[in-house]
């Protein structure tokens, strides 16, 4: 502890710190000790920033937002020398931080752009003095971390402090000190086996001695002879095998038979917050093998008993930006409860979640504190599809399809390059067990292609479309919804890629399909028609584009009234071009109007609501009133801060803006 809290105070000597030792033995609760106390001190950090190293997505991320909190720009965060601008960065920030990888237990997802042994990963020696990188792992080699590693053991708990856990816990009720030291030896001084062996016995104490079983243990003395008859070897992962196994077995002579099943399940999720009000409805569970008959009473009654014998822990309230209860299964608890057959089951469950109302879609911002807790168990669940033979096509299929789902958050939360990795995975699947021209393989290939139309990816992006709209065209036909949207988002790749003219003809082809399929003011037409005023836009054509915008916002107010979101979106647009008109008051006036109708339509904090605001700003700016508009933008930027992150691009350029206007 000592060692930890001088390297958060003083800085890690520009070397790699790893706080080594086995499963349950207090790493991350070191880390987080040494950072409460300091605070007490009022002597911790300025910055402390944690990442969760279980798996790749959770990394990606953590480094993404890491970067762009430390001032990385968009276009840093490409490209294989991301790494290298990323520690050129934390070099020279001229302030004390600490960051920690927490739970690093596969160092070859550290290697990033290059090597972490060769010191050319995402971790590597550093040249902050006042800079700290901690890593916690079960991994000890020095081949895998490198020589800049600097190791500190962490062994298990001395036997005296051993039994003072167990005392803690139990009192004298539990037995003497000796006996208590002799249970603690037993149990290899592991906090998590003695955690959950205290607390055992401080169930089983605080029962009437009626409803005690004659063969369950009740002190330290025949904990430690229950422990003695098993015949498996002592060790890290036996003291916990067998704490648990006592654990269940009292839950189940409690009248809870179906408590070994549910653990089982719960290790089937991903080793993160599991939201058991989503995850583990009663009537999804009824279509679980062993679980059918387990009513919401019973189930909730069980997992505080699991919570009490120290085998669940419930995140604090501050950990659930989603409001929504939220547990966790210690790593070690889900290692040794898992079962190798256990991932259908889940990923059925997690099925049923995603189609619940208050899910919602993982593009919408309200959603993402839901999908931020469902997310991880979507990935891992669909990535345990490719080990798994024993799986079905269906379970495997439904996997692939919440991947799609988290990927997609992962795409909206602006990870593009992390979601074109799971596209990629779930495209995998689809093209194995249902073909090159299925219509859900050609769905994720289409999402593919946004990820890397998002990523700025062009070329690729315009391959995919190409290749959708090729695909659908020849399956589906020409006219198919499906075919044209491709060609749609095909020609708005070439609109990006500055091909105005090829942009325009694609557009031209695909509105004039939309109107003899469905008429001149159909939604489909329109939106063709959106798309090519866009064009003239950009292509200079200023007085064309405001006729064509005034147009169509006539034509969407007739058909589906002033408030409604395609409309207010086509009176963006138009108040964009009266303002690069220079027709100021015009654009003032529009800008206006759609502020107060998104304002109501999608509520103050949507981020299309902001983007108004950002215009409107910059509006009042060019008329002068600097005042206000330095107000509007300060406004936007917290809430696009609180809503979509201060790292997200469009938080970031809301930035600039105060920034260039010297108010930053």
């Known amino acids: 502890m000592a060692e930890v809290m001088r390297l958060c105070a003083q800085g890690g000597g520009g070397q790699l710190h790893v ?55 968009p276009h840093e965060l490409r490209g294989e020398d991301i790494a290298d601008a990323l520690w050129g960065r934390l070099a020279v920030l001229p302030y004390r931080w600490v960051l920690v990888l927490d739970s690093a237990e596969e160092p070859s997802l550290l290697d990033g752009p290059g090597k972490l042994a060769s010191g050319t990963g995402w971790l590597r020696p550093h040249l902050a003095p006042e800079g700290a990188v901690i890593v916690t792992t079960r991994r000890g080699s020095v081949g895998e971390w490198g020589g800049q590693a600097v190791f500190h053991a962490l062994g298990p708990l001395p036997v005296a402090d051993a039994g003072t856990v167990l005392l803690d ?340 082809q695909v509105l004039a399909r939309e109107q003899s399929l469905h008429g001149d003011e159909d939604p489909r037409t329109m939106a063709s028609r959106h798309e090519l005023a866009r064009v003239l836009h950009d292509a200079g054509q200023l007085a064309a584009a405001r006729s064509e915008y005034e147009a169509i916002v006539a034509v969407r107010i007739r058909n589906l009234g002033a408030q409604h979101s395609r409309t207010l979106t086509a009176q963006h647009n138009l108040a964009c071009v009266l303002h690069d008109l220079g027709d100021h008051n015009a654009a003032f006036t529009q800008f206006e109007t759609v502020l107060a109708g998104r304002s109501v339509v999608l509520g103050l904090r949507h981020p299309r609501t902001l983007n108004t605001q950002v215009r409107l700003a910059q509006t009042l700016h060019a008329q002068g009133d600097v005042a206000q508009a330095g107000e509007l933008m300060q406004l936007a930027w917290r809430m696009s801060g609180e809503v979509l992150g201060q790292e997200h691009p469009d938080t970031l350029r809301v930035s600039s803006f105060l920034q260039q206007w010297g108010l930053a």
Not at 20 to 38: C, D, M, N, P, Y
Not at 269 to 284: K, S, V
């Open 19 to 73: 706080l080594q030792g086995f499963g349950g033995s207090g790493k991350t609760s070191i880390v987080l000790e040494a950072v409460i106390r300091l605070h007490e001190q009022r002597a911790e950090p300025e910055q402390v920033w944690w990442l969760d190293a279980r798996r790749e997505p959770s990394l990606i991320a953590g480094i993404t937002v890491l970067a762009r909190k430390i001032g990385m720009r």
């Open 169 to 508: 816990h139990t009192g004298p009720a539990g037995g003497t000190r000796r006996q208590a030291e002799l249970l603690g030896r037993r149990l290899g001084g592991l906090p998590l086996a003695l955690r959950m062996a205290g607390s055992y016995l401080a169930e089983v104490i605080g029962m009437p001695e009626t409803f005690h079983d004659p063969d369950a243990p009740v002190n330290f003395a025949d904990y430690l002879r229950v422990l003695e008859r098993g015949s498996a070897p002592t060790g890290a992962l036996q003291a916990v095998t067998e704490t648990k196994r006592l654990s269940v077995e009292l839950m189940e002579r409690r009248g809870f038979p179906l408590a070994g099943r549910l653990l089982r399940l719960l290790a089937s999720f991903a080793d993160a917050p599991i939201p058991p009000t989503l995850l583990l409805r009663p009537a999804a569970l009824a279509c679980t093998d062993g679980l059918e008959g387990l009513g919401g009473p019973t189930l909730w009654r069980m997992l505080k008993e699991f919570t009490a014998l120290g085998i669940l822990d419930q995140l604090p309230a501050d950990e659930q930006p989603s409001g929504l209860l939220a547990v966790r299964l210690h790593p070690l608890i889900r290692d040794v409860s898992q079962e190798t057959d256990g991932a259908g089951d889940a990923i059925a469950l997690l099925a049923c979640a995603v189609a619940l109302d208050e899910v919602g879609l993982p593009e919408e911002p309200e959603s993402w504190p839901v999908w931020e807790l469902l997310s991880p168990h979507a990935l891992h669940l669909a990535h345990h599809v490719a080990r798994d033979s024993s799986l079905v096509t269906e379970s495997r299929l439904s996997g692939a399809e919440t991947m799609e789902l988290a990927a997609r958050y992962l795409q909206a939360l602006g990870l593009f390059g992390q979601a074109c990795k799971e596209y990629e995975t779930v495209l995998a699947i689809r093209r194995r067990y249902l073909g090159d021209v299925h219509p859900d393989t050609l769905s994720i290939r289409h999402n593919l292609a946004s990820a890397h139309h998002d990523l700025g990816d062009l070329s690729r992006a315009r391959a995919g479309y190409e290749a959708v709209w090729t695909l659908r065209t020849r399956a589906q036909g020409v006219d198919h919804p499906h075919a044209l949207l491709a060609r749609h988002e095909l020609a708005r790749v070439l609109h990006d890629q500055g091909l105005l003219d090829q942009a325009q003809g694609h557009h031209k």
